[in-house]
């Protein structure tokens, strides 16, 4: 961003300022709410005095499975089927305050492995060097498959684990944004699709000859498999796990745990009707934490109610790697615990995953006590995993600095330097995690295991194994297996051997009508919605609306949102009207009619009550506005385009709001907000100084545990800057009304100079009525 020679010093000068009256870099006064006193030194512990800094739960065991020179800065892992660990390194996230080498090719994939089988790593190989920040890692045919900065990529791989041609798959995978609001993860899903978080896209190999499911766009292909893009719903922010069902898990960084309760892409089949985020991003459990030690490292800590009266950090500020336990060396009790990293308190925490009818909740697993605590404040841990052996494999970055210098505030900045944090020797640890009363099991690993014996750990009482063993027949396309897998899935006896059958045939282009019908003989709900689902994907027949409609006079309120998709998919309406008369209309009715409510309707109209026809009418005539920005002359419309830019780029905006501005379930939406299309100035403040505490929208509450940052004192974006972001979110999706100019943002930027705390309700409108 070009800044002329008069804001130069103007910056200049602030900053002089700020060294003798430290505030925060948005203008804000940094208060010391820790007593230093109170602040223990954070030096680089090696690994035995590492281990002292941690407490554990008294029904588990923390152990290193690898430490630097092994391995350095992780942030990402996966086990191959020989049990080696794949493991991405971002080096070069944030060296110093200034983030300067940043974006240096630094970064790498290696290869730890453990000879022994011990479960502990021996051996370091690197697979591929001279990165820029990589995030996300999957194994797929020939290969892996992993994402830098911007791309994803697929890059060969023998059987020496030597790195062979790489091709990018997708340009756009990680284009624009801030590193904290990108695209990672790369979850290989039970429907056979890879999924992301921080994305609305999803992909899959396809064999060579197979035809594309509707929707999808080939972007790549090779002498194995071709590549497919397609729509699904947007998730969280960084990392992503599923459960036994397919059900995804992700977080945002003040929600540790969020989830969708239904398989994917149930909400995106009707673009009339939008999902609520209640809906889209379920909150699964708390997000109280409980730190063993003062957090004055937090980039808010001067806020009131951030830290609590003992100085320690009282809710997720930076929650990720999200984790649902599916292992077999836990006890019962502890199967399906979420588990998420916050690594701004250097914490694990265990949320107890339950579930009414199919819709999950979750409650804190302990009493006030995480499962995992450390007083390192350079403890961080960024993802979990499970295991081969059955436990849960812990990534820790062990970095000084977790903000990126996008979001940096004046206050941490000083934290940073008090405790001279900027120092870092590129360490790295990786442990596992594991029930200390319980026995290791002798582990098996799968890859000299024969084609024909992989069907037996579709069943097998560790998640690892059964994802494998999916995966591996479904990667090679085993086609011999496809009679056993067949007799598999219509047996009712285990639940996920039947549900993962299912889909191994599915990942094989096998959806088998009569193998469903006969799978379908199970009452188990989570069975009958992958049958459900799959159900769908079947060309329309007669036979088939029959069998929904057998299937409507049993079905439960659990799996009815699956029976509706199927019915939609095969424009089943009398059947979606008998659902529609059992369970009323729901979230899932209007997305299973799709854009064909009319032909629902004059085929439906005299089996369903006049109240549900006009509810259904009314959706019909909600168009989504079609915002062509003719109120804009040339010049406004190039910074609405930058605004854009700025929006989805560099001030990452979208992080929080949603590239459709709808917020979430605790953040206030941009789109057909009155804060936004209203008043000019008071929008402008707000950019500048920031917002904290309660916001009525349209007359409903949110109540964010976070304050929106302001730019005032952020060098990155001058005035004009700010009114194209401004200008963008004012004309942006249903919104519609005047520019904003630079010369607007200047005067409020000087009658506000004196503004020392993010704004608030009261506040704002005491100012700017």
């Known amino acids: 961003m070009i800044t002329s020679a008069a804001e130069m010093q103007a910056i200049s000068e602030k900053e002089e300022f700020t060294k003798e009256n430290p505030g925060d870099r948005d203008g804000h006064d940094m208060k010391e709410v820790v007593p230093r006193e109170a602040i223990p030194p954070a030096p680089i512990l090696n690994i035995e005095d590492a281990m002292k800094s941690f407490v554990v739960h008294p029904d588990f065991q923390l152990e290193v499975v690898a430490n630097s020179p092994l391995v350095f800065d992780p942030v990402a892992a996966q086990y191959d089927a020989a049990g080696n660990l794949w493991v991405i390194e971002m080096t070069t996230f944030m060296p110093d305050a200034e983030a300067n080498g940043e974006m240096q090719h630094e970064s790498q994939i290696v290869v730890l492995k453990d000879k022994n089988k011990d479960g502990v790593m021996d ?20 290969g892996i498959l992993w994402a830098d900065n911007e791309k994803l990529y697929f890059t060969e791989i023998s059987n020496k684990f030597s790195a062979g041609k790489t091709e990018v798959i997708d340009a756009e995978y990680a284009a624009g944004g801030n590193i904290e609001h990108k695209p990672n993860g790369l979850l290989y899903s039970l429907d056979n699709w890879y999924y992301s978080a921080k994305a609305d896209v999803k992909y899959r190999p396809y064999p060579l000859t197979a035809n594309l499911p509707v929707g999808a766009e080939e972007i790549y292909r090779n002498h194995l498999w071709k590549m497919v893009k ?43 009707y939008k999902f609520p985020k209640s809906v889209l991003a379920q909150p699964v459990g708390t997000t109280d934490v409980y730190p063993i030690r003062v957090n004055p490292g937090i980039n808010r800590g001067y806020v009131d109610g951030i830290l609590d009266e003992n100085y320690r950090l009282a809710n997720h500020t930076a929650a990720c790697g999200p984790l649902i336990y599916r292992g077999n060396q836990f006890p019962d009790e502890y199967q399906g615990i979420g588990l998420v990293s916050e690594p701004a308190a250097n914490l694990v925490k265990a949320t107890r995953i339950l579930e009414n009818k199919g819709v999950v909740t979750g409650e804190n697993l302990f009493e006030k006590q995480e ?165 769908a994907k079947l060309p329309q027949q007669p036979a088939i609306n029959q069998w929904l409609s057998l299937q409507a006079q049993k079905v439960d309120s659990e799996s009815k949102n699956a029976l509706e ?116 100035a008071r929008l402008a403040a707000i950019l500048l100084h920031g917002f904290t505490g309660k916001m009525e929208v349209n007359g409903k509450m949110y109540d964010s545990p976070m304050s929106m940052p302001g730019l005032a004192g952020n060098s990155r974006f001058d005035d004009q800057a700010l009114a194209d972001i401004a200008t963008y979110i004012r004309n942006a999706w249903n919104n519609s009304t005047t520019a904003v100019e630079a010369v607007d943002i200047e005067k409020i930027r000087r009658s506000t100079q004196d503004q020392s705390v993010p704004f608030t309700t009261d506040t704002i409108k005491n100012k700017f009525n």
């Open 123 to 142: 051996e370091r190989q690197v697979i591929l060097e001279k990165l820029l920040l990589p995030r996300a890692l999957a194994f797929i045919q020939g």
């Open 371 to 535: 499962i995992l605590a450390s007083t390192d404040e350079r403890f961080r841990p960024v993802n979990a995993y499970n295991s081969p052996d059955g436990t849960v494999t812990l990534l820790d970055f062990y970095h000084g600095i977790v903000q990126h210098r996008t979001f940096l505030t004046t206050y941490l900045r000083e934290q940073i330097n008090m405790r001279d944090l900027e120092r870092n020797k590129h360490i790295g640890r990786i442990y596992r995690l594991k029930h200390k009363n319980s026995p290791m099991k002798k582990v098996t690993y799968l890859d000299d295991v024969a084609p024909e014996d992989l069907l037996s750990y579709l069943s097998h009482d560790n998640g690892w194994h059964r994802d494998m063993a999916k995966q591996l027949i479904v990667m090679e396309q085993h086609t011999q297996l496809i009679p056993a897998l067949k007799k598999l899935a219509s047996q009712p006896e285990n639940t996920l051997a039947q549900i993962n059958a299912l889909w191994t045939l599915e990942g094989m282009g096998i959806v088998d009508f009569a193998v469903l019908k006969q799978a379908a003989q199970s009452n188990n709900p989570k069975v009958q919605r992958s049958i459900y689902r799959l159900v």
């Open 565 to 680: 998709f199927a019915c939609g998919k095969h424009k089943a309406w009398d059947v979606l009207a008998v659902l529609i008369n059992k369970f009323g209309l729901t979230d899932f009715t209007y997305s299973a009619l799709g854009s064909a409510e009319a032909e629902f309707l004059s085929s439906q109209s005299s089996n369903i009550s006049q109240e549900n026809i006009d509810k259904i009418t009314t959706v019909m005539k909600v168009a989504i506005a079609n915002n062509t920005l003719a109120n804009l002359s040339e010049k406004q419309l190039a910074s609405f385009n930058r605004g854009k830019a700025l929006f989805e780029g560099e001030a990452a905006c979208f992080g929080c709001h949603g590239k459709d501005g709808e917020g979430t379930a605790i953040v206030p939406p941009l789109n057909n907000s009155e804060w936004v299309t209203g008043s000019n």
């Open 230 to 272: 397609a729509r699904t719903e947007f998730r969280g922010q960084w990392g992503i796990s599923q459960d036994d069902y397919g059900r995804h898990y992700f977080n945002f960084n003040s929600g540790p745990i969020q989830t969708t309760s239904f398989l994917p892409d149930a909400a995106i089949q009707n673009d009339k």
